[in-house]
């Protein structure tokens, strides 16, 4: 069977966390629910995987590797015991690489006073500096999480009530050195569609919003002055900082050596073996064959920052996996 990779999802983020009940509980705050969770305790380790899943949402009652936007944690047994541990969240020197993931969100002011007064904190407050349309919000493990709206800013000023349900988890950001190469993995190789693009020249950084659009139109207009995507999910952002891709002694943190934070992202495909037959006809870097170690069912490509992306199979189009 060929591969369509118009038939492919942004499937997932992983994140570690530190204690699995605080942060499944902040998620569950901001209207994500666990849709799956996978236990290896002879591994000690456990996998929570949330979304968003009301009656408005996406993807409501979907098999989890037939979505997009949802969120893995990844729990090693006994941090949260361990006083000393700590998540990197990426944004900090030696460990800088991951930036944040962000929810989409009805009324942004009443969503992040929704936020304070459940007593979590920030990063960036709406109020806070010039950009008065987003704000960061920090989880448990201090990862960031930008809120933007999906409605005008200015629209939503005087609204009090926020509903959950509306949420989107919109889009998870990493750092790139050098944006040609990034950008020519991510649509060649992986048949992402670039659906976005924010210059920045003046700050010296530009922003790449990229997805599987699948039958949805592409973005033509916004609807809060910011992000003309902010309905979807399942967006990958990649930031560029100029210059970096001239130097040759620059590199980002993938995550996976210490300190340790965001894992990888993963797509799902329409056919597990032929995918990864093209990827491999495409001349992708391996972290993991579908046929290296126990696992069969999943493999792993490193994009040219060495970022893991995992590949499983949707299983809606096929079915390979029980799980």
């Known amino acids: 069977m060929a591969t369509d990779p118009s038939k492919y999802r942004f499937n997932h983020s992983m994140l570690r966390v530190k204690d699995p009940k605080k942060s499944v509980q902040y998620y569950e705050f901001l209207g ?8 290896f305790p002879d591994n000690k380790f456990d996998l929570y995987f949330l979304a968003y899943d009301s009656p408005e949402s996406a993807s409501t009652g979907a098999h989890w590797t037939d979505r997009q ?12 015991d361990d006083a000393n541990f700590k998540i990197n ?12 993931i962000c929810v989409s969100v009805d009324n942004i002011q009443a ?5 304070e007064d459940a007593g ?15 704000a960061f919000a920090l989880d448990p493990d201090n990862y960031w999480v930008e809120i933007i709206g999906q409605n005008p800013v200015d629209k939503t000023e005087g609204v009090k009530e926020t509903t959950t349900g509306a949420y989107r988890f ?3 950001m990493i750092r790139v050195k050098d944006h040609t190469a990034s950008l020519d993995f991510y649509q060649k190789k992986l048949g992402m569609t670039l659906l ?3 210059e920045n020249p003046s700050a010296s950084f530009n922003l790449y919003f990229l997805g599987y659009p699948g039958p949805s139109p592409l973005p033509t207009s916004t609807a809060n002055n910011v992000n003309p995507t902010a309905d979807r999910e399942g967006l990958l952002e990649l930031t560029w900082n100029y210059g970096t891709e001239k130097d040759s002694s620059f590199a980002y943190h993938d995550g996976n050596s210490e300190p340790q934070g965001f894992g990888h992202i993963c797509i799902s495909v329409d056919d597990l073996d032929a995918a990864c037959k093209r990827f491999e006809e495409e001349g992708v870097r391996w972290k993991k064959r579908l046929t290296d170690g126990r696992m069969k069912n999943v493999a792993f490509v490193l994009d040219p920052d060495g970022y893991w992306v995992e590949v499983v199979q949707n299983e809606r189009l096929k079915r390979s996996s029980n799980w």
Do not use: W
């Open 32 to 39: 994500m629910k666990q849709i799956n969770k996978m236990s």
């Open 69 to 80: 936007g949802v969120l893995e944690l990844t729990h090693n047994y006994g941090t949260e």
């Open 89 to 100: 969240n990426g944004n900090s020197d030696p460990g800088k690489g991951f930036g944040h």
């Open 111 to 115: 969503a992040c006073q929704r936020i």
């Open 120 to 134: 979590y904190k920030f990063q960036k407050k709406l109020t806070d500096g010039r950009m008065r349309s987003i």
């Open 170 to 172: 919109n889009h998870t």
């Open 196 to 198: 976005r693009t924010s």
